[in-house]
Every structure is written in structure tokens, then in C-alpha cells.
């Protein structure tokens, strides 16, 4: 490797979006010259900005997704490092590298679905769920099992995250490669959390419970239940009752739609 590391470093310590950027194009670079397996000390410098906190700063949002971008072109080798970095206690890095693992792809699931099971950790499966629903591959279905045991979770976080992901894995595993035992627990599951006490989970739960319907996992009959339910959420049922929560109604309007498809 012919790259001046320490020039290199300064770079990426930079607070000027441009000496970033400008560091992120070496490495591509550098990548594409030696190969990913040799460039292999080039990315923690380019995983340390999955600190960046895009809300502080605004400026420096294109520079994380670039980065985010970059690490995904580096190899498979790469995974098991993003899969640790779920655990790493800082929220900006979590939320970068399940980002990361999403853009990766299928090669994710298996890395992920083992780390769910290696920890005890709601907080730690929650990321894993998180990085799982990022995922855009039917070879999710690997992971299905989780997703409906996270959203039973007496954690909230868990049990939120977990209700959100089986949306995003209703979206991308065709119906008849989802069991009928999975597809039931998931719409028993997501029934019972419409009772949950936090108005976030039941937003989700309204929202995947949409999903299910848009993308074929529901039989008539439960679109037809969920017609009904809807319509008792916005109260424009014979009870003319509402659900308090805008967030909820919100996510019944949309969803009543694929209800009544």
C-alpha cells in the first residue's frame, strides 16, 4: 500500500466536508488498485465517521452516507466488524453500520440471525432486527422466526423494532415463501400489539398489518377484519369512537387502502 497513512488521517479528522470527501475518493482509490483485502487499514478510518451525528451536522450527512457506501465495497470480510459495531453502545454508529449490513445485502442474514442468538440483550437484538429489516432480499425469510418473537418482547424497544420489521419483511419475502405458522404469528402478533400501551408500537403494528396486506401474506377474511378495525381506529364506524393517538389514525388512513383491496 502506497497511501501516506498519516496524510491520510489528517484528512478524515478534518471538520471540512471536502478534506473528507477528498479522503473517502483515496481510499476508493486505493481500494480499486490494491484490492479491498489489502486495504484492510483503511477501514476503520472510513467506519470512524459512522459517528457523525447527521442532526448536529446537517453538512456532514452526505459524507456518512458516502462512507456508509464505501465500507459496503470493501468485502464480505467487513461483516462480522459491522455486526460487532451493534453492540458498541453509540447510537450513531449502530444506526450507520445496520445501515451498512442492509446495503450488503443477503450476505448479512446469517452473520446477523447468529448474533441475535449469541446475545441476551434487547438492545442488542433490537439493532440486529433493525439491520435485518434494512435488508433488501427475500433471504430474510431466514430471520422471520425472530422478528415475531421480537415483537412478543416484554422489552419495549424490542418489541417497537421488532413490530417494524415484520413490515419491512412483509415487503420483501413473497407470500409463499413465508410458512403459514410465521404468517399467522405475525398477524396474532400484530393484532394483540394494537392493544400495546405505547401508541408507537401500535402505530407500527397498524402499519405492518398494511404491509401483510399489501403483499399478499392476508386472506380476505383478515382484510376484511381489518377493514373493520381500521374504520374503528379513525372512528368512522357506527361507535364513532377514535384512537386518541394522530400517529395511530395516521397509519390506519394509509394502511385502510390495502384493506379493502
Known sequence: MTTDLQSLSALFS??????????????????????????????QMVSSLFYIDPHDDPELASI???????????????????????????LKAQMASAEALGRIGADAVDPLVEKYHATRDPENRSFVLYALGKINSPQVDRA?????AGARSQDLELRDTATRTIGRFAAVIPA???????????????????????KGVKA????????????????PDRKQEMKTIALNLLG??????????FVVRREAKEALEYFQE
Not at 17 to 31: D, G, S
Not at 144 to 148: I, K, N, Q
Not at 236 to 245: H, L
Open 14 to 43: 478534518s471538520s471540512d466536508p471536502e478534506q473528507i470527501h477528498r479522503a473517502l475518493q483515496i481510499v476508493r482509490e486505493e481500494v480499486s488498485r490494491v484490492g479491498s483485502d489489502q486495504a484492510r487499514p483503511l477501514f
Open 64 to 90: 456518512l452516507d458516502e462512507a456508509i457506501s464505501l465500507v459496503t465495497g470493501f468485502g464480505q470480510w467487513v461483516i462480522p466488524h459491522l455486526v460487532d459495531n451493534l453492540d458498541e453502545g453509540d
Open 204 to 219: 407500527k403494528a397498524v402499519r405492518s398489518l398494511g404491509k401483510l396486506a399489501r403483499f399478499g401474506h392476508l386472506d
Open 236 to 245: 368512522e364506524d357506527e361507535e364513532f369512537r377514535w384512537d386518541r393517538a
Open 176 to 198: 409463499d415463501l413465508l410458512s403459514h405458522d410465521i404468517r399467522d404469528g405475525y398477524y396474532d402478533t400484530l393484532r394483540a400489539n394494537l392493544a400495546d400501551p405505547s
Open 144 to 148: 422471520a422466526d425472530l422478528a415475531l
